[in-house]
């Protein structure tokens, strides 16, 4: 198997999904070339198509390998680089890093919806009660996994990992749209900004943002 990575992407500025492997990529240092498809073209199905089979981004290639889903690239980058920590080493840490994480995979759909990921220019918006009630429990995950598993560093659970990956789309939501924060959501989300991962992903889209 070919040792190159390529993972296609949608627009940086808006496609949250596309940002979670890429965050990921990064902290395992992994080298990986990008191509970048621009969402909500005429023919932003069809380029993608040439590419992933399901028609979706993002997409990790690697070899003849294709995995074409964000968990499903971060976990399978969690295994070929185990030096990296991507999942906790704790079980139970581990355990409940997964849980959150499949939690933000399939859940929050209100705030998904209604407060997209823009890192340009996001829109105004009405802040349903629905989204409401999915802010309170973001927040509260992040406040548990930063008590219980938190002391070896500034993210979820000390050191970043995929569950980091999986909420930095969510951490751009809370500051784009002016979401309630209290003092440890602050703190964490100043501490995804700051990934220099990060900082790149969004000068790339928007260089006056980094």
Not at 155 to 178: N, Q, W
Request: charged share 20%; proline share 7%.
């Amino acid at each position: 198997m070919s040792d190159a990575f390529t993972l296609v992407i949608g627009t940086r500025r808006f496609s949250s999904w596309s940002l979670r492997p890429y965050l990921a990529l990064k902290a395992a240092g992994a080298a990986f070339t990008e191509v970048e498809i621009a969402l909500r073209q005429d023919d932003t199905k069809q380029r993608i198509l040439a590419w992933s089979p399901s028609g979706k981004v993002p997409l990790l290639v690697h070899g003849d390998v294709k995995v074409w889903d964000s968990l499903a690239i971060c976990e399978y980058l969690a295994e070929l680089f185990p030096s990296a920590g991507l999942w906790p080493v704790d079980p139970v840490a581990r355990a409940v890093a997964r849980s959150v994480s499949a939690e933000m995979h399939s859940g929050f759909q209100a705030i998904r919806n209604a407060c997209p990921m823009d890192l340009v220019a996001p829109s105004p918006v009405e802040i349903t009660p629905e989204v409401a009630q999915d802010a309170v429990r973001i927040r509260a995950l992040w406040n548990d996994c930063r008590t219980r598993f938190g002391a070896g560093g500034p993210f979820l659970f000390g050191r970043f990992s995929v569950a980091d990956a999986m909420y930095a789309p969510v951490v751009t939501r809370f500051t784009s749209y002016g979401l309630p924060q209290d003092e440890v959501s602050q703190a964490y989300c100043d501490a995804v900004w700051a990934l220099p991962a990060m900082k790149e992903w969004v000068k790339a889209c928007h260089p006056d943002r980094a």
